[in-house]
């Protein structure tokens, strides 16, 4: 049955479902009393939903309260063990798998090292599936009860019916990666648990917004600061944030020539891996063998010296140029956006930390119109370095709640996916 405004009875019953479990979820443990208000449904709705919910091993009791001359009112909470998430983060040093119950829990998780920074496509695609299959084992889930595996990549993700998402990579070397089709083939997991492949800082953004400094922000920018830099921005016409390529503004014509092949990019100044570039031209020197991780530590401790010592001059002088370069391109963000909040995350950010903060902020009001400046905070992400997994792991729960709750249903019958032709036409006969 269809009413007026075209909505089934079937779309209302979701609706009333999502409402119900994303105010359990964020807000609980709350009362079916408290439900009413928050969801804005009837006392009657709540009942129902309410009882589906629990029905379904969604929503468990979590003791009561007491009310006012009546009896104790039981409190509700999602059920942690209901559903799990796998959050992937294709990073610039490692490849990071993390297991998550439906709190977001973290229940196990996986590492696998990139080796002199390889982006080589069928070495990743193996990096993510052992991962997966490892958090699955360690835990002792049965990979049926996955909600999805959500993946955070650096590039631009475009999706299609024939191929799934597709990974354009500029500066990795990946150009048109059919990811969800190579990761299909060959994968253990059931065609049932879909993938949610996405720009990686778009997944830290969603995580940031959902859990982290971004709540109750409507306009806000989330950068991710690595060995290259990128950012979400998030604002009411796109909630669930939109990526973009930040890092490739042009900041100097005929300038250092930056990973993706440009002159004058943001990234060739401001990544960690085009910091340590100009220190080492200059004559840093590195730890041998170091990764990029542990090269900036030994920047940082050159630049700032704990025990009293002189600074490096060098060092000190690239990370301010570098604090200059990152908070002339904030004020890009904030001339455009106008956000109300800028978050910094990603390994090198948190890693350059409050010490870089107060200059990054000093020549983001510099360089931006005074009005926008006056309006916006710029902080440091609040979640850590697992962000991006977390943001990943976000990406199936949130279509979760869009299906009120509902699992994946089975791909439809019909003509073999693209990849299972393509493996097929392979295969010896």
Known sequence: ???????????????????VLQRLYFEGPLSRFELGPATGLSSGSVSNVVADLVADGLVEEAGSVDSDGGRPRTLLRVAPASGHMIGVDIGETRVRVELFDLTLTELARAERPLEQRRYEVAGIVGHVRDGVAEVLAAADLAPERLL???????????????????????TIGWDAVPLEELLRAGSSLPESVPYFIDN?????????????????ARNACVVLFGSG?????????VENGRAVEWGHLTVRVRGRRCRCGALGCLEAYAGAEA????WREEGGRLPRGADEETALTAMLAAAYPAD???????????????????????????????????LIGGWAGLQLGTRFLPAVRRHATAYALRHPAEKVT??????GPDAVTVGAAILPLADFFSRGGRRPEPLPSGPAPAWRTALEERAPH
């Open 308 to 342: 009293g010592a002189a600074p490096d001059p060098v060092a000190l002088a690239v990370l301010e140029e570098t604090a200059e370069y990152l908070g002339a391109g904030l004020s890009d963000l904030i001339n455009l956006f106008q956000p109300e909040r800028i």
């Open 275 to 278: 910091l340590l570039d100009r």
């Open 378 to 383: 710029v902080e440091l992400g609040r979640l």
């Open 200 to 216: 990686g800082a778009k997944t830290l953004g969603q995580a940031e917004m959902w859990f982290g400094g971004g709540r109750g």
């Open 148 to 170: 999805g595996v959500g993946i955070g990549v650096p590039g631009i993700v475009e999706r299609g019916p024939e191929h799934g998402a597709v990974v354009h990579g500029q």
């Open 1 to 19: 049955m269809t009413g007026r405004s075209g909505r089934t009875v079937r779309d209302l019953r979701r609706a009333n479902r999502t409402a």
């Open 229 to 237: 830099v990128g950012a979400c921005l998030v604002t009411p016409d």
